[in-house]
């Protein structure tokens, strides 16, 4: 009933920016935070940055400064705006989030924590 879906990765040069948008669909009651994860070829799933109910971020050491989560509650839409892009920034990226919804009106919420299907970013020259 509820479903997470990425999009904005792409091929961009070292340097570049790209914007990442993950977009929750489905019968929501409330969104109590989100997070990006980025997995790299061969490597582990690690968060790359949060963002709470009471709009508090943390990031990952490696792009604090460059990346920045942000939110449009009325769209159901978290952002991650990425800046100075280096190679060791490309992995498919995802968004999880932690959700209350509803299956019918009237019925007690039910809790989710969903995954999107992820999106590629590569940096390269």
């Known amino acids: 009933q509820v479903q997470l879906v990425e999009s904005g990765g792409g091929l961009v040069q070292p340097g570049g920016s790209l914007r990442l948008s993950c977009v929750a669909s489905?019968?929501?009651?409330?969104?109590?935070?989100v997070a990006w994860y980025r997995q790299a070829p061969g490597k582990e799933r690690n968060m790359v940055a949060n963002?709470?109910?009471?709009?508090?971020?943390n990031y990952a050491d490696s792009v604090k400064g460059r990346f920045t989560v942000s939110s449009d509650n009325a769209k159901n839409t978290v952002y991650l705006q990425m800046n100075n892009l280096k190679p060791e920034d490309t992995a498919v990226y995802y968004c999880?989030?932690?959700?209350?919804?509803?299956?019918?009106?009237?019925?007690?919420?039910?809790?989710?924590?969903?995954w999107g299907q992820g999106t590629l970013v590569t940096v390269s020259s």
């Open positions: 963002l709470t109910l009471t709009r508090s971020t």
């Open positions: 489905g019968n929501i009651g409330s969104i109590v935070g």
């Open positions: 999880n989030a932690q959700i209350w919804y509803y299956t019918d009106p009237g019925k007690p919420y039910r809790y989710l924590e969903p």
